[in-house]
């Protein structure tokens, strides 16, 4: 009895509110009741009941739903929410003696507490509480007693077990079946009382194969030819080798992976400023299309940097982690945004790769999966030790061109040796010499800053004295900071600008390029005794140890001021003009290095101890728009000061300095010509070679920038987060794995890379799962489990689950290739049917989820442009670079529709024919036609489409002024390549967008609208050239057959086919 | 599908039992539970409109809503939370205690309190306290219900925007109009059912997701209008199409995707052909709902907008022009109150652009009947702090405490609910979530706020989310 109150005791005053609120995420269960009533009556209450009664109750496709839907919610692996101490996901935890009772007393439904419970009729003990909304029908009730009945066994729910091969059904030796994908199909449709479709027209075969490898529709010569063969089959097959070794392969299923990795080209948030990520998007794309083994895909993306011998491509995979929104609005704590990207990441690699929600863990344990609080932690712990890195990256040819400057330098180096054979002592005199200097003394200053004159940024206190700037990044500012005199006498100031990794190509600025300009360095002082009392104290000199030569502002700066603004040396910084500044910027390969001046004080300061030193960063060399990556701000700084007299800047780059201290025999090849270099600069006689060397570096290529991850040397200790808030951390977690997926192997390390091994892990029970999946999701409309993201305990159930498991293993052992899962599902049977469903197929199946007909599915947003502009022969099939500004309405791009204005700078037409992949992705503001058609904006992972149907498609493809373009571009192949005759040209056009002839129907009702249509424009040649959009002074002479008024009747024509349904389905 | 779906609830139950359902189809009962729990959608075996009308689950107060929302986050201590108390504490530090564990955006929270900076009357019959900066709202105040005490979970805008209007500061989830046509679906025939317009200095600063779709069917997101120009992207015909030559061409469409439909037998070609023809119904009747000359001289005078103009007051009387042709859901953005600096100056600009609109909204919503059935709710995604910054003429970010006022279908007219401390810095009295708001205009509209919801991720996933909500009863009629 004691154990029965306990359960009850569950629902008193406090422990129901909890029950009410929690529970009620799950309302709609209230529906399905009214719902299960309608069929109660029809089904159970009929003659198949009894049938019905008599199949044995399956756990895993019966029972655990029942429980999952109904219990876990308060019974489940959440012990926060756990009541009255009990948990039904656990079979122990079910048997377990409760003081003479227990919630499932096996083979004994009328001793068990759960049956007692779903059936009492008072309320207050009844389960669920009724104050759920939830409750299950007395057939549901009858389910869960058979199951106790029966033994009340617990099973390991399905998508938790590593898959298995399974043994092919009887089916595999029908004629019908190509490879084992039919023979599972086909068992299944048995066992529905179906049969499959006829093998689809050739044509429609052709272009659905063409659609999902590659994207894009056949060309017209391709289908002729493959039409032409009298080997349909041997056709088939050579269609679907070159479709694979497409180069436009990796386009279409890089799109594909782009959405779980929330690709896109800009940060989000307020600001959404540009990023350069595109490297990313290139090697997902060169990814698949080289078929990296699945295996490997994941795990450069998570730990590509880790692998011996990381060059770029491994470093620029990376980027999928770091694909998450950066929140840069003045005043943000960049430690918080920086736990939102990492719960991005979190996601993503749930979604994306183990199909689990393991999201749900970021703030309580799972109230469904066995995922506790602190195993999210666990994993989370992994990826924490990151810095938020760009790399400097280069393309093949900028590559090439590093290359050569490296050995051209090199070159001359070698020569300089050659012609002193005595290099070496006279290198070594220098360092002992150079050891000798006694540098002076630097105090760093510990700086309070003034809140309003840092305009939202973030100084960030480093360990080494240093201020990290983090979050907004302003352009026109003058941060100051007052720290208090730690010597007596103050001679001189060091000003460092230090490299980070979290800056743009590791700084030491917060530019675009990683640079930064100094307008001005001022400093004031104030007596401890009358801390108001600023005296503005004045420089003597200033050097510093890099020093570029006076260039104007690059456009991206402009201030719109209209004056003439420039950076150079040092001096600028104390010229009092506020129109120079002290420039970072020694040309690429050369610029993202620290760099130091030093401020000589014309009058030391004396009995300086305890007074107050305000030091401003005048920093007015950024542009106007700070919405917009305008800023050249410094990055990472250090101040510090010194009472040494006639202080000057260190020529000498500190870590060649560091160098000094090891002795010439222990030295690196590396760390000797560090040495050389720094060397060379100081003999006069190497005039000429420096010259030259100097000359080589202006050569280098500047490259681009690429955001990726970079492990920490420092580990960061991860905390178990209560609620999921970065301010509230719990115990410390050490990395690791959830005790209900697969162990970790013996010898695994504590690293990402570890992490990233473990994800796939042949025993992973979801990884392999979850991608062949979305593979056939792709192919089919809908998956075989028909939640992607979720394969746990609340997911769908598969619909073939065999034959998930068979392609999982078969994607395993044939090396993770995911072309080989391409090329079984293409060759099935099963892919090849015809999508007409007949009436009653579509009765009986209308989701196709027994796929007793082919698919029948719109493209994807990428796909209904890339159709339209192959269709019309605009395509640009150019592959990867930088993404591209196809034209869009301006003003979106303007506020009041986008918070600050951005660039959208189209260029040319080229670019706007590339394919959608490469369309520039604003996170804030969609691109129109991409976001019109379901595309997802990458705020998060996407691993299932929605499709919709809306009028605004319709205006898209009728009035868009591309898809206008690709209407007159149509129009125009067509006069100018298909003869005059009408029916000629229909079946020309029709074949490049249909890729079949018309129909003597539709011939009818097309041909009719033209010669209308002709008629009509010949009267009003001025209404055809505007539809031909030819201004007056343009109008071309036309070839002699060849009308305005017809053209401008066939681009009708044109712009009527490519709106047709069909144009944009695959079928 | 999914047949428990609310979208579905007009289709006959025959239609749904389907004969693989009764079968042993190798998907138990549970699993059929769940299956049809699955947010899925529409597709060929559901070609009911996703936006027909649909009952809501109890009788509705209010039929739509329309949003002012003054983006940036106003100044409540400017405008609506009188503290005669922090005109006295000006220049000195605020209690320490009051700082524990307050973060703030831009400012060192011990910064010195600022007093109000414009004067306070009372208004009306309610006497309700306004600040000089609204004298026309003062006109129209005993129609409205002014709520003193909302607080928020976020303080930089961007976050605090999304979870105005999705309940979450993640994005991914869908906003409330969102939310609103999901449940309820639209009864405008020829135009979108959730419309959002901006004005001001800037757009949101959640961007496009501040009206997204989130997981739900993308056919529920809020569709931007431009004030002008075309109002809709792409509502024009291209140079050299006619409205004639466009009915033909759609016309030639439609025929040739009907020989299709014949063909394939596939429902989503039937939606096309439909949205073909909404599509050419929009490019009438958007411009016409666009074109204000046929407004009166003083109705046009009474909202200070002007045909042709790109202004919060145009957007206002649009507003009513959408609600007017069955409109479900508008919001206008008005984003401009993020008065770091310049407070006075700008508070004064803004309430000029703002005021005589927003006001003119109720009175004519009201003297046309139709201010019964519309919730109009004004106010931004967070407050400003009692303490100053830069100098004496600027407030920071605060979410502790601020100020919205609601009106219309279902608000009990005519009141002031909620108090803040003295100094304005918490709610104290009547304390309202963002999430409270979000349960109680679901409320208004006829749908409980634990029952809309969509399954997604294993989860019936709701507005109000997983913590309690509760309506903000004092102020419902």
Known sequence: MQTTNCILAGIHAEGRFLRIAKLSTCASLGRWLTWAAVFGGGWWGSGTAAAQAERPVDFQRDVRPLLSEYCFACHGPDEATREADLRLDVAAAAYEDRGGQAAVVPGNPDESLLIERIEADDPDLRMPPPASAKDLTDEQRNVLRRWIAGGGAFEQHWAFRAPERPPLPAAASDPWVRNPIDAFVLDRLRKQGMAPSPRAAPRTLLRRLSLDLIGLPPEPETMASALASSDEEEAYRASLDHLLGSVHFGERWGRWWLDAARYADSDGFEKDKPRQVWFYRDWVIDALNRDLPYNEFVVQQIAGDLLDGAGQRERVATGFLRNSMQNEEGGVDPEQFRMEAMYDRMDAIGKAVLGLTIQCSQCHSHKYDPLQHREYYALFAYLNNCHESFATVYTAEEQAQREQVLAEIKQIEDQIKQERSDWSAQLEQWVQRERGRRAADWQSLRLAFDDNSIGGQKMLRQADGSYLCQSYAPTLFAPWGVAISPLDQISAVRLEMLTDPNLPHGGPGRSTDGTAALTEFKLQVAPADQPDAWRDVEWALATADGNPPEQELAAQYDDRSGRRRVTGPIGFAIDGDDTTAWGTDLGPGRRNVPRHAVFQLAEPLTGASGSRLRVTLVQRHGGWNSDDNMTNSIGRFRVSVTDRANAVADPIPASTRALFEIPAEQRTEEQTAALFTAWRTTVPDLKEKNRLIEQAWQRHPAGHSQLVVQERHVVRPTYRLERGDFLKPAEQVQPGVPSFLHPLPHDAGTNRLAFAQWLVDARSPTTARAVVNRIWQAYFGRGIVDTPDDFGLQGSPPTHPELLDWLAVELMEHGWSLKHIHRLIAESATYQQSSVGSPEQLAEDPDNRWLARGPRVRVDAEIVRDVALSASGLLNPEVGGPSVYPPAPAFLFEPPVSYGPKTWKHQSDAESYRRAIYTFRFRSVPYPMLQTFDGPTGEVACVRRPQSNTPLQALVTLNEPLFVECARSLARITCLQAGADPGARLQFAFERCLNRPPSAEEQRVLLSLIADEEQRFAAQPDAAWKLLNVPEVQRPELPAELTPANLAAWTVAARVILNLDEMITKE | ?477
């Open chain 2, 1 to 477: 599908m999914n047949c428990h779906d609310p979208l579905y609830r007009t289709v006959p139950p025959h239609a749904l039992a389907r004969r693989w359902f009764v079968r042993d189809c190798g998907i138990g009962l549970g699993a059929i539970a769940l299956a049809d729990l699955m947010g899925r959608q529409a597709s060929a075996s559901a070609p009911a409109d996703p936006l027909a009308p649909r009952p809501a689950h109890f009788p509705a107060k209010a039929k739509h809503v329309i949003v002012l929302f003054m983006a940036g986050a106003p100044s409540q201590l400017e405008l609506f939370d009188n503290k005669p108390q922090l005109a006295k504490f000006d220049g000195t530090l605020p209690p320490p205690e009051l700082l524990e564990g307050y973060r703030a955006a831009f400012i060192n929270p011990s910064s010195k309190l600022l007093g109000p900076k414009f004067k306070f009357a009372r208004h009306g019959a309610s006497g309700a306290e306004l600040s000089e900066l609204l004298p026309e709202l003062a006109k129209v105040v005993d129609d409205i219900a002014i709520v003193r005490s909302l607080h928020t979970d976020a303080f930089n805008h961007a976050p605090a925007q999304i979870l105005m209007n999705t309940g979450n500061m993640v994005f991914g989830r869908p906003s409330m109009g969102a939310w609103a046509l999901y449940g309820l679906g639209s009864e405008a025939k020829d135009l979108p059912g959730f419309v959002v317009f901006s004005s001001g200095k800037k757009g949101p600063s959640g961007g496009n997701a501040c009206w997204g779709s989130g997981f739900l069917p993308t056919v529920y997101q809020g569709v931007q209008f431009r004030s002008g120009g075309d109002p809709v992207l792409y509502l024009s015909n291209p140079e050299g199409i006619d409205p004639g030559l466009q009915r033909r061409s759609l016309d030639a469409i439609n025929q040739i995707n009907r020989l299709h439909f014949e063909a394939k037998r596939d429902q989503e070609i039937e939606t096309r052909i439909n949205a073909f023809e909404m599509a050419f119904r929009m490019q009438t009747a958007a411009p016409e709902l666009m074109d204000l000359t046929g407004e009166t001289a003083e109705t046009l005078a009474m909202y200070g907008a002007e045909p042709g103009k790109a202004s919060f007051a145009n957007n206002c009387l649009l507003a009513r022009r959408l609600v007017e042709r069955g409109v479900r859901f508008v919001q206008l953005y008005h984003e401009a109150w993020d008065q770091h600096g310049n407070l006075v100056a700008d508070l004064k600009k803004n309430c000029q652009d703002t005021d005589r609109a927003s006001a003119a909204l109720l009175a004519d919503l009201k003297q046309r009947g139709l201010l019964d059935e519309t919730l109009v709710i004004w106010g931004g995604e967070f407050g400003r702090t009692p303490m100053v910054q830069g100098g004496n003429d600027g407030r920071d970010h605060h979410p502790n405490a601020f100020t919205m006022w609601l009106a219309g279908g279902g608000i009990k007219p005519g009141l002031t609910v909620g108090e803040t401390d003295e100094l304005g810095f918490n709610a104290t009295v009547d304390r309202y979530h963002v999430r409270d708001l979000h349960a109680t205009i679901l409320h208004l509209l006829g749908l409980d706020h634990q029952r809309l919801s969509y399954r997604f991720q294993g989860l019936d996933m709701r507005l109000t989310g997983v913590e309690p909500a509760f309506l903000m009863d004092k102020i419902l009629a």
